[in-house]
Nanobody
Framework: QVQLVESGGGLVQAGGSLRLSCAVS????????MAWYRRLPGKTRELVAF???????NYVDSVRGRFTISRDNAEKKVYLQMASLKPEDTAVYYC???????????WGQGTQVTISS
C-alpha cells in the first residue's frame, strides 16, 4: 500500500528557508521519478520540481535557482530545500511520483508552507 508522508512546512518570513521531507513506502522507490507539487490557495495543483530515478533534478521556472530537490534511495525519502522564499510560494506542498497520478488517485496530506511579507 502506497504511503506518502510530507513534513517540514511552516510559517517563515519572505527571504527565509525551509526544508521539506517526504517519506515514501509501498513501491520500488529507487526506480521511480519523484516530484514535489503545490496547491496555491484557490488554484489547481501544480508541479514544482521533479527528480529522475538517476538523480537528475528539474524545476519549473518560478523556483529554479531557489529550490533544490534531492532524494535518498536508501531511506526512501525525497527532499525539497527552499530558499529565498516569497509570499507567492505560500501553498500546500505534496510529493508524489512523476508524472503525477490522477487527482482521484492517492495523495498524501501535504505540508502547509506560509510565507509572510
Amino acid at each position: 500500500q502506497v504511503q506518502l508522508v510530507e513534513s517540514g512546512g511552516g510559517l517563515v518570513q519572505a527571504g527565509g528557508s525551509l526544508r521539506l521531507s517526504c517519506a515514501v513506502s509501498g513501491y520500488i522507490f529507487r526506480i521511480r521519478a519523484m516530484a514535489w507539487y503545490r496547491r496555491l490557495p484557490g488554484k489547481t495543483r501544480e508541479l514544482v520540481a521533479f527528480i529522475t530515478s538517476g538523480g537528475s533534478p528539474n524545476y519549473v521556472d518560478s523556483v529554479r535557482g531557489r529550490f533544490t530537490i534531492s532524494r535518498d534511495n536508501a531511506e526512501k525519502k525525497v527532499y525539497l530545500q527552499m530558499a529565498s522564499l516569497k509570499p507567492e510560494d505560500t501553498a500546500v506542498y505534496y510529493c508524489n511520483t512523476y508524472p503525477p497520478p490522477g487527482e482521484s488517485d492517492y495523495w498524501g496530506q501535504g505540508t502547509q508552507v506560509t510565507i509572510s511579507s
